[in-house]
């Protein structure tokens, strides 16, 4: 992670939720959560779902905020989450 906070560490975050909180809520483990919160992996659809109900962004939100943490591994992606 660069300089900037990641938007959704920062979500999680004023939501009072650790990564492994917000892991058990969704259904991963807190690396995971660590690994989308640096752009080192990206969310498969649905759980991007999760993530955005979860931490309460609209899709736009999560979108950018995926886009900002990982914009590399998009780039690799063959399917995009949406």
């Known amino acids: ?10 979500a999680r975050i004023r939501l009072g939720l650790s990564r492994d909180g917000l892991g058990r809520i969704i259904g991963v483990s807190g690396r995971t959560v660590s690994y989308w919160e640096s752009g080192a992996k990206l969310p498969d659809p649905a759980r991007a779902d999760a993530l955005r109900r979860v931490l309460g962004l609209s ?24």
Do not use: T, V
């Open 59 to 82: 899709e736009l939100d999560i979108w950018r905020a995926l886009h900002h943490s990982a914009p590399k591994a998009y780039m690799q992606r063959k399917e995009k989450p949406w």
């Open 1 to 10: 992670m660069g300089c900037e906070a990641s938007p959704i560490r920062n």
